[in-house]
């Protein structure tokens, strides 16, 4: 084999790796769906009808940092298996 040829990549390594986008698009919407209602409840108290503002944005905050945090666990345990295959 010469070095212009690519090895294939496993089965498993690429479900994997698709796996490792869903999970992070996954949390993605999560995050995104917990600020919309932080930023819907924000101009509900600002214009009338408010809602409770801070639970929702601690809701919104926590969300992302578990998000993040997940997703940089999932992009790792996908590297290792990467660099593993």
């Known amino acids: 084999m010469s ?9 498993k390594v690429e479900i994997l790796d698709k796996i490792a986008a869903l999970v992070t698009a ?7 769906l917990a600020w919309n ?6 101009f509900k108290e600002i214009f009338g009808t408010a809602d409770a ?4 944005l601690i809701y919104a905050i926590v969300v992302t940092i578990i998000a993040v945090i997940l997703t940089i666990i999932v992009a790792r345990a996908a590297s290792k298996a990467k660099a593993n295959a």
């Open 53 to 56: 503002v801070g639970p929702m």
């Open 26 to 32: 996954a949390f993605g919407l999560v995050a995104a």
């Open 37 to 42: 209602e932080a930023i819907k409840t924000i």
């Open 3 to 11: 070095e212009d040829e690519e090895k294939p990549v496993p089965i």
